[in-house]
């Protein structure tokens, strides 16, 4: 199975369980009397919308180079990135309201039976993250990492609901609204990953030195072809699960100009082979000295 068809299966992985417990929250929290499951439910639902612009994305980006797009449409999956994060912004912003309207509110405990529901959403909302982070690091795709986050920041208000419903429960009369402000706290935690997400996709867009691990196995993997004295300058831009490479490699200077050709196509060809997320290859021969 190649990058692509295990990003789109994760993907259909997060959609099918972002739109499960969004409809079980918003059931629990309406007969719960629980604002942070309600709230935990609207997290839910933005993630579903989310997931489903990481799928278009990752479909998008993934597509061949044409003539008005020779480097392919890679540059597409950081755009996405953004979306989900305003996505993101805008459910914490939501979250964030509605729970200080609560506070200010008189309203019923919530009910025991939601912490037993709650706990086990957690520990689904946990393995979702580890899986699906899993996934974008074998992608290598940023728009999967925004949605693994997702899951992070799911099972996150989740426990933040669990702790303020507990608190509220056995605390008693006077506690109503600690789930609401452990709904205030899980907003704050979604706008602080909205950071966290953005920030590495920000990078990307502008083409920011972040791949020194890559530029060494492109160094050692090119010290192997016959006929690579040295390597020089090595840059790297990404796009989309793609990395784009400029790599200046040092040759014998009494060789021909063909014989100079196609060392680097050689060198090329190889480097491509042993790391496959490499997309365009560029190798600029330097005369050794």
């Known amino acids: 199975m190649n990058s692509e068809e295990t990003a789109i299966k994760t993907t259909y992985f997060s959609i099918v369980g972002n739109t499960s417990l969004a409809i079980i929250k918003g059931l629990l929290g309406y007969f719960g009397n629980s604002y942070a499951l309600i709230a935990d439910a609207i997290e839910s639902t933005s993630d579903i919308f989310a997931s489903f612009l990481v799928l278009f994305g990752i479909k998008y980006s993934n597509r061949p180079a044409d003539k008005n797009h020779p480097y392919g449409h890679g540059r597409a999956e950081p755009l ?58 074998e992608t290598h795709s940023s728009s999967l990492k925004a949605d693994a986050w997702h899951h992070r920041s799911d099972a996150v208000t989740s426990i933040a609901a669990f702790i303020g419903i507990s608190i509220a429960i056995f605390m008693g009369k006077g506690y109503e609204s600690a789930d609401d402000w452990a709904a205030l706290f899980a907003s704050g935690f979604i706008l602080y990953n909205s950071y966290l997400i953005f920030r590495p996709a920000l990078g990307e867009i502008m083409d920011e030195h972040l791949y020194d691990d890559l530029i060494e196995e492109i160094r050692v993997a090119s010290h192997k072809v016959d006929g690579i004295i040295e390597t020089e300058k090595c840059f790297i831009r990404k796009a989309g699960m793609k990395y784009h490479v400029e790599l200046h490699a040092v040759v014998d200077a009494n060789i021909t100009v063909k014989q100079g050709h196609d060392l680097a196509h050689v060198l090329k060809d190889y480097l491509r082979n042993e790391i496959p997320q490499l997309g365009h290859v560029l190798i600029h021969i330097e005369p050794s000295e």
């Open 80 to 137: 996405i990135t953004f979306l989900v994060v305003g996505f993101l912004i805008t459910s914490a912003t939501i979250i964030a309201y509605e729970s200080i309207e609560n506070i200010k509110t008189p309203h019923e405990l919530p009910k025991s039976f939601t912490l037993y529901f709650l706990g086990a959403i957690i520990i689904w909302k946990e393995i979702s993250y580890r899986l699906v982070m899993k996934k974008s690091k």
